[in-house]
């Protein structure tokens, strides 16, 4: 069967206003017994079972910052979110992608409209405030009316027969996109670490905190270490 790809899995957290964006869980290879059988190959041993032992060895390696064997841990997820938080994502060159294509398909065109506009940063060029701008109703109808026209526009072209990969052009970067996103744990932990912060743009920090809740169950203590201390590397 053959079901669609905008409807989220089981296992998702919805995200962003209006609940527009969501992540789910599609796949998950190890946990992490798997992380120090990976650290004991050095010695020619392995385990079947996670004990006290083996956290004090999974809190010796993050420390240390002997990462490696936390890339044996791998995860997929499927991600619905706006194409600038997309952009941001794919700087992220350790992960691997495959996204819907409007070349493709027309169907289930979906704008991301935001509740409220934040203001800019006045010491930070790249930043918002979390406070609503002057007018906030006037904006709100500037920014609708602008993308409720380009998508009027875009279903024009594609009646009048113009090609999809064409017609694309129009649509704003609040178009929402579907894309599976996979990573190994050592990757995701330098995601997180980066995208969970006061830096990061407001909606992509949704989604990492969002995928700290999805990966808890398999490396629970690994995602503890994350929120008390800084793992680099």
Same mark, same amino acid.
């Given at each position: 069967?053959?079901?669609?790809?905008?409807?989220?899995?089981?296992?998702?957290?919805?995200?962003?206003?209006?609940?527009?964006?969501?992540?789910?869980?599609?796949?998950?290879?190890?946990?992490?017994?798997?992380?120090?059988?990976?650290?004991?190959?050095?010695?020619?041993?392995?385990?079947?079972?996670?004990?006290?032992?083996? /956290?004090?060895?999974?809190?010796? @390696?993050?420390? +240390?910052?002997?990462? %490696?064997?936390?890339?044996? &841990?791998?995860?997929?997820?499927?991600?619905?979110?706006?194409?600038?938080?997309?952009?941001?994502?794919?700087?992220?060159?350790?992960?691997?992608?495959?996204?819907?294509?409007?070349?493709?398909?027309?169907?289930?065109?979906?704008?991301?409209?935001?509740?409220?506009?934040?203001?800019?940063?006045?010491?930070?060029?790249?930043?918002?405030?979390?406070?609503?701008?002057?007018?906030?109703?006037?904006?709100?109808?500037?920014?609708?009316?602008?993308?409720?026209?380009?998508?009027?526009?875009?279903?024009?072209?594609?009646?009048?027969?113009?090609?999809? /990969?064409?017609?694309?052009?129009? @649509?704003?970067? +609040?178009?929402?996109? %579907?894309?599976?996103?996979? &990573?190994?744990?050592?990757?995701?932990?330098?995601?997180?670490?980066?995208?969970?912060?006061?830096?990061?743009?407001?909606?992509?920090?949704?989604?990492?905190?969002?995928?700290?809740?999805?990966?808890?169950?398999?490396?629970?203590?690994?995602?503890?270490?994350?929120?008390?201390?800084?793992?680099?590397?």
């Amino acid at each position: 069967m053959i079901s669609n790809i905008n409807i989220p899995p089981p296992n998702h957290i919805k995200l962003l206003d209006n609940q527009q964006g969501w992540i789910g869980l599609v796949n998950h290879m190890g946990d992490e017994s798997t992380i120090t059988n990976a650290a004991r190959v050095s010695f020619g041993k392995m385990k079947d079972t996670f004990d006290e032992k083996d /956290e004090h060895l999974l809190s010796f @390696l993050i420390k +240390n910052k002997h990462l %490696t064997p936390l890339e044996h &841990v791998t995860f997929t997820f499927i991600v619905h979110c706006p194409l600038f938080v997309r952009s941001q994502w794919h700087r992220h060159r350790t992960w691997s992608f495959n996204e819907i294509s409007r070349r493709y398909t027309e169907v289930d065109i979906e704008i991301y409209r935001p509740n409220f506009y934040r203001q800019q940063s006045t010491d930070n060029k790249q930043a918002s405030i979390d406070k609503c701008v002057y007018n906030e109703e006037s904006i709100k109808d500037i920014a609708n009316t602008c993308m409720s026209e380009c998508l009027f526009a875009y279903e024009k072209l594609i009646a009048a027969g113009v090609c999809r /990969e064409q017609a694309r052009g129009i @649509l704003p970067q +609040n178009l929402m996109t %579907t894309y599976w996103a996979s &990573v190994d744990l050592r990757n995701l932990l330098h995601f997180i670490d980066l995208r969970d912060d006061d830096h990061a743009q407001k909606e992509i920090r949704e989604y990492a905190v969002a995928m700290k809740e999805l990966v808890r169950p398999f490396v629970p203590h690994v995602i503890k270490y994350l929120e008390e201390h800084k793992i680099e590397g």
